[in-house]
């Protein structure tokens, strides 16, 4: 079945550094989502990607879903602690399940 | 505005006593409703979903199972809980795709954290 990969599993910053977490996915993609999971929290919606190569902004964070619509990024430009969670991506098919990535946990030092 | 309650938030539970978790919606109808479970903090797991009263979806064959009794309501159970069935379930709704583009996105509730001793 349809497989969303998600790269690094884990990534450990300094504070103000910057951060990128990719989702790979072999076949083409309707759509890409992308959530944040704080530490002992749930998921939270931040963003939908629908069209080829499309790039959207939320203040230091972008996404970018690829030419291809196989591909996503989510950069984070100078990361602060309260960047610290776990960030999900995951494609909603047209049978309603959310298939999901298993997540890049981001730490960052002070 | 749409609202999401799960409970309880906590619990703990001895192997082979029954669970009950609720989840209820308000502020819309007919929503997509879904368990999922996280285990280890990290990667989550369709357990259920269901697209209408009484309609249910497992995903995982396992001892739990899930029901709609009423059209915002959706409660995961089990008969007899094993030490495999710790970990973080969360309900979640959807408006579906049907409702047009962005509504099939996932809004969670705050989740239940289940310890089995």
């Known amino acids: 079945g349809q497989q969303v990969m998600q790269i ?5 910053v300094q504070e103000g550094e910057d951060f990128t977490t990719y989702c ?19 998921p ?7 069209k080829s190569g499309e790039v959207k902004k939320q203040k230091r964070l972008t996404f970018q879903f ?45 | 505005s749409q609202t999401i309650h799960q409970w309880p938030a906590t619990l703990v539970q001895p192997v082979g006593s029954p669970l009950s978790l609720e989840c209820t919606v308000e502020g819309t109808s007919n929503p997509n409703l879904y368990w999922y479970r996280q285990a280890a903090g990290r990667g989550l797991q369709l357990l259920f979903y269901s697209v209408g009263i009484g309609q249910i979806s497992s995903e995982v064959p396992q001892n739990l199972s899930a029901s709609r009794p009423q059209d915002r309501q959706f409660i995961l159970s089990s008969k007899k809980l094993l030490l495999s069935d710790s970990g973080f379930y969360l309900c979640a709704w959807s408006l579906g795709p049907q409702r047009g583009v962005g509504a099939n996105v996932l809004t969670f509730g705050a989740g239940s954290r289940l310890t089995v001793l």
């Open chain 1, 44 to 50: 939270v919606f931040l963003i939908q990607l629908v």
């Open chain 1, 66 to 110: 690829g030419e291809a619509k196989k591909n996503s990024s989510l950069h984070i430009t100078a990361t602060q602690t309260t960047d610290v969670g776990t960030y999900f991506c995951g494609n909603a098919g047209n049978n309603r399940k959310l298939i999901w990535g298993l997540g890049t946990s981001l730490a960052v030092n002070p």
């Open chain 1, 8 to 12: 690094p599993q884990y990534q450990h």
């Open chain 1, 24 to 42: 790979n996915s072999s076949t083409t993609l309707s759509n890409i989502q992308w959530y944040k999971q704080r530490p002992g929290g749930h």
